[in-house]
């Protein structure tokens, strides 16, 4: 089936700054997936290969599949606006995503975001168990439904359990909140704000909790 894993490098020795750096130049020629394809480039995790706490998003959309970074459009504004709120400096965290490939279907100039499919999402599974290996953070944040399931298993209900910290393989702590392109597309104004604070009580858990 598809999978990343023939890509990966062996990254068993040496400083996680030198076994990150080697997981993104690999998987600048990743072809696990049919994603890579349509893309324009593979958007790896950034920041601290130290980290203690690993924020772990669900795929790059249009922005980020231009710029080779996770979260600088839309939804990453919300999210560094929201970490700076809880006192968060992105340098000092990873960011990364579940799905290192822009997925899209081109309608005229612009080009829509398609959720990936569950096998997409496996087949990149393994770059994240990679980070997460070689970073061995603490606290490990899922934002929205696709990196808890990665994280934490299909069972996992977000609207039941977002908030609470979970055990997990990859870190002592780990959570999962809402993902904040989700708030920003929630049309009810009301509904919206209550689910950024809600967003907002899970950063400032995770700022008062990962080190
Ligand atoms: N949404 C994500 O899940 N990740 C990004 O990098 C940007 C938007
Ligand atoms: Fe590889 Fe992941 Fe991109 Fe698919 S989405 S080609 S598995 S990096």
Redesign the pocket.
């Known amino acids: 089936g598809v999978s990343a894993r023939p890509f990966l490098p062996e990254v068993t020795s040496g400083e996680p700054s030198h076994s990150i750096a080697r997981l993104r130049d690999a998987a600048a020629v990743c072809q696990g997936c049919d994603l890579h394809g349509p893309a324009t480039q593979t958007?790896f995790g950034v920041g601290n290969p130290n980290a203690k706490l690993v924020l772990v998003?669900?795929?790059?959309?249009d922005?980020?599949d231009l710029a080779g970074?996770?979260?600088?459009?839309?939804?990453?504004q919300l999210?560094r606006e929201t970490l700076s709120e809880v006192g968060l400096d992105p340098a000092e965290l990873y960011?990364?995503?579940?799905v290192k490939h822009f997925k899209f279907k081109p309608t005229g100039k612009r080009r829509l975001?398609v959720k990936p499919a569950a096998r997409e999402v496996a087949a990149c599974r393994p770059w994240l168990e990679a980070e997460l290996d070689v970073i061995r953070p603490k606290m490990v944040v899922a934002?929205?439904a696709?990196?808890a399931g990665v994280l934490l298993g299909p069972g996992f209900r977000l609207l039941k359990s977002r908030g609470q910290v979970q055990r997990s393989d990859h870190a002592k702590w780990t959570i999962a909140t809402y993902?904040?392109?989700a708030i920003l597309r929630v049309p009810n104004e009301a509904t919206r704000e209550t689910m950024r604070k809600a967003f907002l009580e899970d950063l400032h858990f995770a700022a008062e909790h990962y080190r």
Do not use: D, K, W, Y
């Open positions: 958007v998003g669900e795929q790059p959309g922005r980020e970074e996770p979260f600088v459009g839309p939804a990453g999210l960011i990364t995503n579940s975001h934002l929205g696709t990196a993902h904040p392109s």
